[in-house]
Protein backbone atom coordinates (compact mmCIF):
# COMPACT_ATOMS: atom_id res chain seq x y z
CA UNK A 1 0.00 0.00 0.00
CA UNK A 2 1.51 3.62 -1.05
CA UNK A 3 2.54 5.87 1.97
CA UNK A 4 0.88 8.76 0.19
CA UNK A 5 -2.47 9.42 -1.31
CA UNK A 6 -3.01 9.34 -4.82
CA UNK A 7 -3.30 12.68 -6.20
CA UNK A 8 -2.39 15.70 -3.85
CA UNK A 9 0.37 13.23 -2.04
CA UNK A 10 -1.09 13.72 1.21
CA UNK A 11 0.86 11.28 3.82
CA UNK A 12 -0.84 8.54 5.23
CA UNK A 13 -0.47 7.45 9.05
CA UNK A 14 1.45 4.09 9.62
CA UNK A 15 -0.38 1.30 11.71
CA UNK A 16 1.77 1.75 15.11
CA UNK A 17 3.30 5.20 14.40
CA UNK A 18 4.98 6.95 17.08
CA UNK A 19 4.68 10.77 16.49
CA UNK A 20 0.98 10.38 14.26
CA UNK A 21 0.43 14.35 15.15
CA UNK A 22 3.59 14.98 12.68
CA UNK A 23 2.13 12.79 9.60
CA UNK A 24 -1.23 14.65 10.17
CA UNK A 25 0.07 17.64 10.34
CA UNK A 26 1.90 17.60 7.50
CA UNK A 27 -0.99 16.13 5.56
CA UNK A 28 -3.10 19.36 6.95
CA UNK A 29 -0.05 21.66 5.91
CA UNK A 30 -0.77 20.04 2.20
CA UNK A 31 -4.46 20.46 2.30
CA UNK A 32 -4.23 24.14 3.62
CA UNK A 33 -2.13 25.15 0.44
CA UNK A 34 -3.28 23.28 -2.31
CA UNK A 35 -7.44 23.28 -1.54
CA UNK A 36 -8.91 26.41 -2.69
CA UNK A 37 -5.44 27.08 -4.44
CA UNK A 38 -4.06 30.49 -5.10
CA UNK A 39 -0.14 32.02 -5.92
CA UNK A 40 1.29 35.25 -5.27
CA UNK A 41 2.62 35.19 -8.62
CA UNK A 42 2.95 32.77 -12.17
CA UNK A 43 6.21 32.44 -12.89
CA UNK A 44 7.94 33.58 -10.42
CA UNK A 45 12.06 33.42 -9.89
CA UNK A 46 13.41 35.59 -6.73
CA UNK A 47 12.00 34.22 -3.56
CA UNK A 48 10.67 36.98 -1.35
CA UNK A 49 12.91 38.28 1.75
CA UNK A 50 10.08 37.80 4.28
CA UNK A 51 7.68 35.74 3.00
CA UNK A 52 4.23 35.46 4.55
CA UNK A 53 2.90 32.31 6.08
CA UNK A 54 1.01 29.98 3.61
CA UNK A 55 2.43 32.44 0.52
CA UNK A 56 2.71 30.19 -2.36
CA UNK A 57 4.79 30.97 -5.71
CA UNK A 58 3.84 29.14 -8.97
CA UNK A 59 7.63 28.88 -9.92
CA UNK A 60 9.21 29.16 -13.68
CA UNK A 61 11.40 27.23 -15.32
CA UNK A 62 14.79 28.03 -13.63
CA UNK A 63 14.46 29.96 -10.15
CA UNK A 64 17.12 31.17 -8.25
CA UNK A 65 18.09 31.24 -4.76
CA UNK A 66 16.37 28.56 -1.98
CA UNK A 67 14.16 27.71 -5.29
CA UNK A 68 16.82 26.57 -7.36
CA UNK A 69 16.15 23.49 -8.66
CA UNK A 70 12.43 23.41 -8.35
CA UNK A 71 11.21 24.80 -11.59
CA UNK A 72 7.84 24.48 -12.40
CA UNK A 73 6.90 23.74 -8.56
CA UNK A 74 4.61 25.18 -6.23
CA UNK A 75 6.65 26.65 -3.78
CA UNK A 76 4.63 26.86 -0.50
CA UNK A 77 6.03 28.73 2.90
CA UNK A 78 4.93 27.14 6.40
CA UNK A 79 6.61 26.25 9.59
CA UNK A 80 9.25 24.47 8.06
CA UNK A 81 9.94 27.11 5.99
CA UNK A 82 9.71 26.67 1.97
CA UNK A 83 7.73 23.18 0.96
CA UNK A 84 8.06 22.30 -2.98
CA UNK A 85 5.12 20.55 -3.84
CA UNK A 86 4.64 18.76 -7.88
CA UNK A 87 1.22 20.20 -9.76
CA UNK A 88 -0.50 17.50 -11.45
CA UNK A 89 -2.75 17.84 -14.76
CA UNK A 90 -5.93 19.86 -14.02
CA UNK A 91 -5.00 21.73 -10.59
CA UNK A 92 -6.26 24.72 -11.08
CA UNK A 93 -4.98 28.09 -9.48
CA UNK A 94 -6.30 31.55 -8.67
CA UNK A 95 -3.90 35.08 -8.41
CA UNK A 96 -4.27 36.90 -5.54
CA UNK A 97 -3.15 40.05 -7.74
CA UNK A 98 -5.12 40.53 -10.87
CA UNK A 99 -5.17 38.34 -13.22
CA UNK A 100 -6.73 35.45 -14.93
CA UNK A 101 -6.46 31.89 -13.59
CA UNK A 102 -4.64 29.06 -15.02
CA UNK A 103 -4.32 25.17 -15.33
CA UNK A 104 -1.65 23.34 -14.82
CA UNK A 105 -1.55 20.92 -18.44
CA UNK A 106 1.34 19.56 -20.30
CA UNK A 107 3.60 20.56 -18.10
CA UNK A 108 2.97 24.24 -17.51
CA UNK A 109 0.41 26.76 -16.32
CA UNK A 110 -2.00 27.85 -19.02
CA UNK A 111 -4.99 29.85 -19.39
CA UNK A 112 -7.52 28.43 -17.69
CA UNK A 113 -10.11 28.76 -20.78
CA UNK A 114 -7.81 27.51 -23.48
CA UNK A 115 -9.07 24.30 -24.79
CA UNK A 116 -12.93 24.11 -23.11
CA UNK A 117 -15.62 22.25 -25.11
CA UNK A 118 -17.79 24.62 -24.64
CA UNK A 119 -18.43 27.91 -23.20
CA UNK A 120 -22.19 29.79 -22.51
CA UNK A 121 -22.28 33.35 -20.76
CA UNK A 122 -25.68 33.73 -19.23
CA UNK A 123 -27.18 31.01 -21.73
CA UNK A 124 -26.51 27.44 -22.23
CA UNK A 125 -23.99 26.35 -24.92
CA UNK A 126 -24.59 22.87 -26.99
CA UNK A 127 -22.43 21.02 -29.60
CA UNK A 128 -23.31 23.50 -32.11
CA UNK A 129 -23.54 26.77 -30.33
CA UNK A 130 -20.40 25.80 -28.27
CA UNK A 131 -19.83 29.88 -27.21
CA UNK A 132 -23.06 31.19 -26.13
CA UNK A 133 -24.12 34.89 -25.08
CA UNK A 134 -26.94 36.10 -23.75
CA UNK A 135 -26.82 39.83 -23.10
CA UNK A 136 -27.67 43.34 -24.11
CA UNK A 137 -24.67 43.60 -25.68
CA UNK A 138 -21.42 42.62 -26.92
CA UNK A 139 -18.20 44.23 -26.79
CA UNK A 140 -14.59 43.96 -28.94
CA UNK A 141 -12.53 46.49 -27.96
CA UNK A 142 -9.24 46.96 -29.16
CA UNK A 143 -6.13 46.71 -27.24
CA UNK A 144 -4.00 48.82 -28.67
CA UNK A 145 -5.13 50.55 -32.00
CA UNK A 146 -7.72 48.52 -32.81
CA UNK A 147 -9.22 44.96 -32.73
CA UNK A 148 -9.61 42.42 -35.86
CA UNK A 149 -12.26 39.71 -35.82
CA UNK A 150 -11.69 36.66 -37.48
CA UNK A 151 -14.09 34.43 -39.14
CA UNK A 152 -12.41 31.63 -40.54
CA UNK A 153 -13.17 28.42 -42.90
CA UNK A 154 -10.78 25.37 -43.81
CA UNK A 155 -11.86 25.29 -47.69
CA UNK A 156 -12.96 28.04 -50.64
CA UNK A 157 -16.76 25.30 -50.14
CA UNK A 158 -16.90 25.97 -46.64
CA UNK A 159 -18.85 28.98 -45.25
CA UNK A 160 -17.59 31.83 -43.05
CA UNK A 161 -20.74 34.20 -42.74
CA UNK A 162 -22.59 36.06 -40.01
CA UNK A 163 -25.97 35.39 -39.94
CA UNK A 164 -29.41 37.37 -38.62
CA UNK A 165 -31.98 35.63 -37.58
CA UNK A 166 -35.65 36.63 -35.65
CA UNK A 167 -37.51 34.24 -33.49
CA UNK A 168 -34.35 31.72 -34.15
CA UNK A 169 -35.42 32.02 -37.91
CA UNK A 170 -32.42 33.16 -40.75
CA UNK A 171 -33.23 36.32 -42.60
CA UNK A 172 -30.08 37.98 -43.70
CA UNK A 173 -26.58 36.25 -43.96
CA UNK A 174 -23.12 38.20 -45.16
CA UNK A 175 -19.39 37.08 -45.49
CA UNK A 176 -17.74 33.99 -47.75
CA UNK A 177 -20.72 31.00 -47.90
CA UNK A 178 -19.40 28.52 -50.39
CA UNK A 179 -16.66 29.97 -52.33
CA UNK A 180 -14.25 33.30 -51.59
CA UNK A 181 -16.77 35.71 -53.47
CA UNK A 182 -18.49 38.24 -50.59
CA UNK A 183 -21.84 38.44 -50.62
CA UNK A 184 -25.22 39.44 -48.73
CA UNK A 185 -27.85 37.24 -48.81
CA UNK A 186 -31.87 37.73 -47.57
CA UNK A 187 -34.23 34.93 -47.28
CA UNK A 188 -38.41 35.54 -45.92
CA UNK A 189 -38.55 32.33 -44.10
CA UNK A 190 -35.03 31.25 -43.42
CA UNK A 191 -35.25 28.24 -46.50
CA UNK A 192 -35.13 30.48 -49.49
CA UNK A 193 -32.43 32.77 -50.07
CA UNK A 194 -31.47 35.50 -52.59
CA UNK A 195 -28.20 36.52 -53.03
CA UNK A 196 -28.88 40.68 -52.85
CA UNK A 197 -25.26 41.69 -53.41
CA UNK A 198 -22.51 40.24 -53.88
CA UNK A 199 -18.50 41.40 -54.57
CA UNK A 200 -16.06 39.03 -56.74
CA UNK A 201 -13.29 37.85 -55.22
CA UNK A 202 -11.11 38.61 -57.81
CA UNK A 203 -12.23 42.06 -59.31
CA UNK A 204 -14.12 43.40 -56.76
CA UNK A 205 -16.87 43.90 -58.57
CA UNK A 206 -20.68 43.64 -57.81
CA UNK A 207 -24.02 41.62 -59.20
CA UNK A 208 -27.11 40.28 -57.27
CA UNK A 209 -30.61 41.23 -57.18
CA UNK A 210 -29.90 44.55 -55.98
CA UNK A 211 -27.88 45.47 -59.18
CA UNK A 212 -29.29 45.84 -62.27
CA UNK A 213 -29.26 42.77 -64.71
CA UNK A 214 -27.94 44.29 -67.57
CA UNK A 215 -27.20 47.98 -69.08
CA UNK A 216 -31.02 48.77 -69.88
CA UNK A 217 -33.05 47.42 -66.67
CA UNK A 218 -34.86 49.56 -65.21
CA UNK A 219 -36.25 47.68 -62.26
CA UNK A 220 -37.24 49.70 -59.49
CA UNK A 221 -34.59 49.92 -56.24
CA UNK A 222 -31.80 48.50 -58.32
CA UNK A 223 -28.39 49.87 -58.18
CA UNK A 224 -27.60 50.98 -61.51
CA UNK A 225 -24.23 50.49 -62.55
CA UNK A 226 -20.99 51.84 -64.48
CA UNK A 227 -22.01 51.99 -68.35
CA UNK A 228 -25.87 51.54 -67.26
CA UNK A 229 -27.89 53.68 -70.34
CA UNK A 230 -24.54 54.80 -71.57
CA UNK A 231 -23.74 56.76 -68.27
CA UNK A 232 -19.87 56.65 -66.87
CA UNK A 233 -18.93 54.47 -70.67
CA UNK A 234 -19.42 53.94 -74.11
CA UNK A 235 -22.69 54.86 -75.16
CA UNK A 236 -25.07 50.94 -75.49
CA UNK A 237 -24.76 49.87 -79.02
CA UNK A 238 -28.96 49.56 -80.08
CA UNK A 239 -30.07 47.73 -83.30
CA UNK A 240 -33.84 47.31 -81.96
CA UNK A 241 -36.77 49.77 -83.75
CA UNK A 242 -35.90 53.08 -82.37
CA UNK A 243 -39.70 53.88 -82.53
CA UNK A 244 -40.77 51.80 -80.34
CA UNK A 245 -40.46 53.51 -76.70
CA UNK A 246 -40.32 50.80 -74.76
CA UNK A 247 -36.68 49.78 -76.13
CA UNK A 248 -35.46 52.65 -75.66
CA UNK A 249 -35.44 53.61 -71.51
CA UNK A 250 -33.92 56.84 -70.77
CA UNK A 251 -30.40 57.06 -71.39
CA UNK A 252 -27.19 57.05 -74.34
CA UNK A 253 -27.15 55.06 -77.69
CA UNK A 254 -25.42 54.34 -80.67
CA UNK A 255 -28.02 53.66 -83.36
CA UNK A 256 -26.65 51.08 -85.62
CA UNK A 257 -26.69 51.05 -89.26
CA UNK A 258 -29.30 47.64 -89.13
CA UNK A 259 -31.69 50.00 -86.25
CA UNK A 260 -35.14 49.72 -87.29
CA UNK A 261 -37.83 52.70 -87.35
CA UNK A 262 -37.39 56.53 -88.65
CA UNK A 263 -34.26 57.79 -88.51
CA UNK A 264 -32.79 60.94 -89.14
CA UNK A 265 -30.16 59.60 -90.93
CA UNK A 266 -28.14 56.46 -90.98
CA UNK A 267 -26.30 55.99 -88.12
CA UNK A 268 -26.27 58.53 -84.92
CA UNK A 269 -25.84 58.99 -81.42
CA UNK A 270 -29.03 58.93 -79.79
CA UNK A 271 -30.45 61.13 -76.38
CA UNK A 272 -33.47 59.35 -75.32
CA UNK A 273 -35.66 60.91 -72.32
CA UNK A 274 -38.53 58.71 -71.07
CA UNK A 275 -41.63 59.82 -69.15
CA UNK A 276 -43.99 57.38 -67.82
CA UNK A 277 -44.19 53.85 -68.89
CA UNK A 278 -44.99 53.13 -72.73
CA UNK A 279 -46.49 53.27 -74.67
CA UNK A 280 -48.52 55.66 -72.71
CA UNK A 281 -46.72 58.86 -71.69
CA UNK A 282 -44.47 61.61 -72.89
CA UNK A 283 -41.02 61.05 -74.06
CA UNK A 284 -38.53 62.54 -76.37
CA UNK A 285 -35.07 61.76 -78.91
CA UNK A 286 -32.56 64.31 -79.75
CA UNK A 287 -30.12 62.53 -82.21
CA UNK A 288 -25.99 63.65 -83.28
CA UNK A 289 -25.34 63.21 -86.42
CA UNK A 290 -21.68 61.70 -86.21
CA UNK A 291 -18.93 64.50 -87.14
CA UNK A 292 -21.38 67.58 -87.25
CA UNK A 293 -23.06 69.69 -85.74
CA UNK A 294 -26.16 68.27 -87.29
CA UNK A 295 -28.81 67.55 -84.03
CA UNK A 296 -32.89 66.40 -84.62
CA UNK A 297 -35.59 66.05 -81.88
CA UNK A 298 -38.94 64.44 -82.05
CA UNK A 299 -41.18 63.50 -78.81
CA UNK A 300 -43.81 60.89 -78.33
CA UNK A 301 -46.67 61.91 -77.48
CA UNK A 302 -48.49 58.98 -76.38
CA UNK A 303 -49.46 57.11 -79.37
CA UNK A 304 -47.55 58.37 -82.13
CA UNK A 305 -43.64 60.01 -82.44
CA UNK A 306 -43.82 63.50 -84.52
CA UNK A 307 -41.60 63.78 -87.44
CA UNK A 308 -37.64 64.68 -86.76
CA UNK A 309 -36.45 68.27 -86.68
CA UNK A 310 -33.49 69.83 -87.30
CA UNK A 311 -32.36 71.96 -84.83
CA UNK A 312 -29.63 75.14 -86.21
CA UNK A 313 -26.38 76.83 -85.06
CA UNK A 314 -24.04 79.04 -86.26
CA UNK A 315 -22.38 76.20 -87.80
CA UNK A 316 -25.60 74.84 -89.66
CA UNK A 317 -27.89 78.18 -90.01
CA UNK A 318 -25.72 79.07 -93.35
CA UNK A 319 -24.52 76.37 -95.64
CA UNK A 320 -25.88 74.86 -98.67
CA UNK A 321 -29.64 75.08 -98.59
CA UNK A 322 -31.92 71.72 -99.39
CA UNK A 323 -35.94 70.74 -98.83
CA UNK A 324 -38.09 67.64 -99.43
CA UNK A 325 -41.43 68.00 -99.53
CA UNK A 326 -41.36 71.58 -98.21
CA UNK A 327 -38.78 70.69 -94.99
CA UNK A 328 -35.85 72.02 -94.83
CA UNK A 329 -33.27 69.01 -95.21
CA UNK A 330 -30.46 71.22 -95.47
CA UNK A 331 -28.83 74.88 -93.65
CA UNK A 332 -31.65 78.00 -93.65
CA UNK A 333 -29.45 80.24 -95.64
CA UNK A 334 -27.15 79.91 -98.53
CA UNK A 335 -25.24 82.74 -100.16
CA UNK A 336 -22.97 82.38 -103.37
CA UNK A 337 -21.49 84.80 -106.31
CA UNK A 338 -19.64 83.88 -109.48
CA UNK A 339 -19.84 86.44 -112.99
CA UNK A 340 -23.18 86.81 -113.00
CA UNK A 341 -24.15 88.71 -109.77
CA UNK A 342 -24.71 87.27 -106.04
CA UNK A 343 -27.45 85.56 -105.25
CA UNK A 344 -29.15 84.61 -101.33
CA UNK A 345 -31.22 81.54 -101.16
CA UNK A 346 -33.89 80.46 -97.95
CA UNK A 347 -34.70 77.11 -96.83
CA UNK A 348 -38.26 78.10 -97.10
CA UNK A 349 -37.61 77.93 -101.19
CA UNK A 350 -37.35 82.07 -101.81
CA UNK A 351 -34.42 83.38 -104.27
CA UNK A 352 -33.17 86.53 -104.62
CA UNK A 353 -30.71 87.26 -107.30
CA UNK A 354 -28.42 90.52 -107.76
CA UNK A 355 -26.27 91.74 -110.19
CA UNK A 356 -24.48 95.45 -111.80
CA UNK A 357 -25.56 94.42 -115.26
CA UNK A 358 -23.50 96.16 -118.60
CA UNK A 359 -26.07 97.65 -121.46
CA UNK A 360 -24.54 99.18 -124.22
CA UNK A 361 -26.36 100.87 -127.21
CA UNK A 362 -28.81 98.56 -129.22
CA UNK A 363 -30.55 101.04 -131.21
CA UNK A 364 -31.90 104.93 -131.06
CA UNK A 365 -34.74 104.19 -128.67
CA UNK A 366 -32.84 101.81 -126.22
CA UNK A 367 -29.73 100.42 -124.59
CA UNK A 368 -29.67 96.58 -123.91
CA UNK A 369 -27.81 93.86 -122.07
CA UNK A 370 -28.47 89.99 -121.42
CA UNK A 371 -28.27 88.88 -117.58
CA UNK A 372 -28.14 85.34 -116.84
CA UNK A 373 -28.66 84.83 -113.26
CA UNK A 374 -25.97 83.65 -110.76
CA UNK A 375 -28.47 80.76 -109.46
CA UNK A 376 -31.82 79.75 -111.80
CA UNK A 377 -34.91 79.77 -110.18
CA UNK A 378 -37.68 77.02 -110.64
CA UNK A 379 -40.13 79.90 -112.22
CA UNK A 380 -40.20 83.51 -113.71
CA UNK A 381 -38.81 85.93 -111.29
CA UNK A 382 -40.05 88.83 -109.99
CA UNK A 383 -37.51 91.74 -111.57
CA UNK A 384 -36.73 95.45 -110.34
CA UNK A 385 -33.90 97.52 -111.54
CA UNK A 386 -32.54 100.77 -111.31
CA UNK A 387 -29.42 102.66 -114.17
CA UNK A 388 -26.64 103.60 -112.25
CA UNK A 389 -26.63 107.52 -114.16
CA UNK A 390 -23.26 108.01 -112.93
CA UNK A 391 -22.20 105.03 -115.03
CA UNK A 392 -23.71 106.43 -118.49
CA UNK A 393 -21.16 107.00 -121.19
CA UNK A 394 -22.31 109.01 -124.16
CA UNK A 395 -21.10 107.76 -128.07
CA UNK A 396 -19.98 109.80 -130.74
CA UNK A 397 -22.38 112.46 -130.48
CA UNK A 398 -24.06 113.92 -127.14
CA UNK A 399 -27.31 113.24 -126.78
CA UNK A 400 -27.52 114.37 -122.91
CA UNK A 401 -27.87 112.61 -119.88
CA UNK A 402 -31.81 113.51 -120.10
CA UNK A 403 -32.03 111.07 -122.44
CA UNK A 404 -32.70 108.19 -120.17
CA UNK A 405 -36.08 107.18 -120.33
CA UNK A 406 -37.69 104.42 -118.58
CA UNK A 407 -36.57 100.61 -117.77
CA UNK A 408 -37.82 97.57 -118.39
CA UNK A 409 -37.13 93.44 -119.08
CA UNK A 410 -36.88 92.33 -122.23
CA UNK A 411 -37.19 88.31 -122.59
CA UNK A 412 -37.15 87.22 -119.28
CA UNK A 413 -37.33 83.59 -117.90
CA UNK A 414 -36.26 81.19 -114.87
CA UNK A 415 -32.41 81.50 -115.93
CA UNK A 416 -32.15 84.97 -117.47
CA UNK A 417 -33.63 88.32 -118.48
CA UNK A 418 -32.90 90.56 -121.21
CA UNK A 419 -32.11 94.17 -119.33
CA UNK A 420 -33.49 97.08 -121.15
CA UNK A 421 -33.35 101.18 -120.77
CA UNK A 422 -35.27 103.15 -123.16
CA UNK A 423 -35.26 106.59 -124.49
CA UNK A 424 -37.05 109.12 -123.45
CA UNK A 425 -36.37 110.76 -126.77
CA UNK A 426 -37.49 107.32 -128.74
CA UNK A 427 -36.26 106.66 -131.89
CA UNK A 428 -33.66 109.94 -131.53
CA UNK A 429 -32.56 109.11 -128.20
CA UNK A 430 -29.77 107.10 -128.30
CA UNK A 431 -26.20 107.13 -130.26
CA UNK A 432 -23.98 104.03 -131.28
CA UNK A 433 -21.31 103.44 -128.19
CA UNK A 434 -23.64 104.97 -125.40
CA UNK A 435 -23.36 102.29 -122.07
CA UNK A 436 -24.32 102.36 -118.62
CA UNK A 437 -24.93 99.95 -115.70
CA UNK A 438 -27.73 98.49 -114.66
CA UNK A 439 -28.59 97.41 -111.17
CA UNK A 440 -30.84 94.77 -111.16
CA UNK A 441 -32.83 92.54 -108.97
CA UNK A 442 -34.74 89.03 -109.60
CA UNK A 443 -36.51 87.48 -106.62
CA UNK A 444 -38.64 84.56 -106.91
CA UNK A 445 -38.01 80.97 -106.02
CA UNK A 446 -35.60 77.97 -106.10
CA UNK A 447 -37.38 75.37 -105.80
Request: hydrophobic share 35%.
Given at each position: MSEISARLGLPYIAQSQAQKHVTHNEALERLDALVQLRVEAFDATDPPADPAPGAIFALGDAPLGHWAGQGGQLAVFGNAGWVFLQPQDGWLAVPTTQGAPRVWRAGGWQAWTQNLDRIGINATADDTNRLTVSAPATLLTGEDAGHQ??????????????????????????????????????????????????????????????????????????????????????????????????????????????????????????????????????????????????MFTRGWSGSAWSGWAEYYSTATLVGAVAQSGGIPTGSVIERGSNANGDYVRFADGTQICTHAVPVSYANASNMSGFWVFPAAFSQIPGYSASIDRTSFVQGVSSAGIGDIGTLDAGALGGTSVMVRVNSINGNTGFLSGDTAVVLATAIGRWV
Open positions: LKVNKAETADTASVMFQTGWTGHAEMGLTGDNDFSIKISPDGAAWTSALRFDGQSGRASGAAVQADATDTTEGRLMRVGAFGLGGSMISFSGDIDDPAQLPTGFYRVRDDAAGDKPTNAFNLISVRHGEPPHGDSFQLGVVDGSNR
